[in-house]
């Protein structure tokens, strides 16, 4: 039996096919209607900053660095895996990813922080098209023997290359960075898809609830509950 997203990849598909059918073949008067299974909210797993050295210290370098990039940038593990350095501005400060490489079809911008820059900056010169490479070759997969051993020596179960993406989030989310902004520096299609990072830190809405702190002089304190009228 399937999972709930699995099946709603499968009807998603189907009624994709449906509306063609309809729209472009006009082999049906209209597109049936039916509802998607009720998914849970995505798994969200990330590392803190002391875990996260804890791993860059077991990871051989040229893991490392990427694991870093990925994290600095909140690219998808092929969109570092395959970066090449036509798409790399390192005076601008700026990468990208052409829309044919990105998940949601469309051209993505990267503005390149200093951690970004660091690690970019040592690979100048080891390739003349990929910008990320072991001992002079393009790299096939990271989810290699090198990543789980580094994984487990580290201490740290539960964890996939995907989910550095979800520690840029966290970071960012933990740092103050709103939504909108958010949205942009991941490459999330709608904002709904960066909220459920929302809960990482609470503590950004404190300035938010504390606005009507303005107002608590005008507001009274909790009605005493009145006595028995003397006339009672």
């Not at 006009?26 to 002391?50: C, D, I, Q, T, Y």
């Not at 539960?158 to 550095?164: G, K, M, P």
């Not at 949205?183 to 709608?190: D, I, N, P, V």
Request: glycine residues 6%.
């Amino acid at each position: 039996m399937c999972s709930p997203a699995t099946a709603n990849r499968y009807l998603a598909l189907v009624r994709a096919i449906l509306k063609r059918a309809c729209d472009e073949w006009e082999w049906l008067e209209r597109v049936p209607k039916f509802k998607l299974f009720r998914e849970a909210e995505g798994r969200v797993r990330s590392l803190n900053p002391l875990e996260f050295q804890a791993l860059l210290r077991e990871l051989p370098p040229h893991l490392a660095d990427m694991a870093i990039f990925a994290v600095a940038t909140g690219l998808r593990q092929a969109n570092v895996r395959d970066m090449q350095w036509q798409y790399v501005d390192i005076e601008r400060q700026h990468a990208w990813v052409p829309g044919s490489q990105h998940k949601n079809g469309k051209p993505h911008s990267v503005p390149l922080n200093d951690m970004a820059l660091a690690v970019l900056t040592r690979q100048l010169g080891k390739h003349p098209t990929q910008v990320f490479t072991f001992r002079g070759q393009p790299i096939a997969n990271v989810n290699t023997k090198a990543w789980t051993g580094a994984l487990k020596r580290a201490g740290i179960e539960d964890f996939r290359w995907h989910d550095l993406r979800h520690t840029f989030a966290t970071w960012h989310r933990q740092a103050g960075t709103p939504t909108h902004e958010l949205q942009r520096l991941g490459g999330w299609k709608t904002g709904a898809m960066v909220e459920r990072y929302a809960h990482v830190a609470p503590e950004t809405l404190q300035a938010a609830a504390g606005r009507l702190d303005a107002f608590g002089s005008y507001v009274t304190a909790t009605p005493k509950e009145k006595g028995p009228s003397p006339m009672s």
